[in-house]
């Protein structure tokens, strides 16, 4: 299926690995110009090899600490132009609220939820006089299901749910969308390696963490492709009607009664 994305520019937050690198692979496959971000620049230049090597598109690399706001003015003035933003960088720390005391909270949140509004504002700022684009928000299954001991991450992507909504509300008006994917477990190399570690923990053998998958739904993780594509279809015109939604993409396990 063509997209109709061919020649269209996007820019990833958290793009060198996991979700993000995920999305950026299947923008690309659809001819879509890439500008990741992230923190590490190795990081980021083997991720930028690995597309090139794959795909006859433009990939470029930014490092950057999007905690830092002066780094999201930076961003906007430098690409100015991109017609896709894709806000996928930060992750929320485990803990009831008693374990996660506020500077860690703050600190978690400076990045993910404030890093998320900071970027869409900074953006959306330049779409509305083009009259188009589309912002999609990487938030996470937590916001709909929420943790007591992910208390923190629960909060956190709530709001951004609601941050999403409310925008899309408003963002037709300037022939603007911005959506939302909310995805459950992921196996990125992140979530892997924990496996491995609980299984070697539990089993005495790292190579058993698949038994720890067991009771999720179709009996695994998701598949990282499948939030890539999921992404690429969103904000490609073939979902042109769709704003202000977000998808969860967790198997149905929000909706199991044990």
Known sequence: MDLGIKGRTALI?????????AIAEQLAEEGCNVILVAR????????????LKKWKVDVRVRPADLSNQAVIGELAAEFPDIDILVNNAGAIRTGRLDEVDDPTWRGYWELKVFGYISMTRAFYALMKPRGRGV??????????????DYIAGSTG????????????GESSKYGVRILGINPGPVLTEKLMMSLKKTAKDKFGDENRWQELTQSMPFGRTIRPV?????????????SGYTNGEVVNIDGGGMYRQS
């Open 226 to 238: 499948e939030i890539g594509a999921m992404a690429a279809l969103l904000v490609s015109d073939l």
């Open 157 to 168: 992507n709530a709001g951004l749910i609601a941050f999403t909504r409310a925008m899309g």
């Open 13 to 21: 937050t958290g793009g060198s690995k996991g979700i993000g690198f």
């Open 40 to 51: 590490s620049a190795d990081d980021l230049a083997a991720a930028r090899d690995k597309l």
């Open 135 to 148: 912002i999609l928000n990487i938030i996470g299954i937590a916001g709909e299901r929420m943790r007591a």
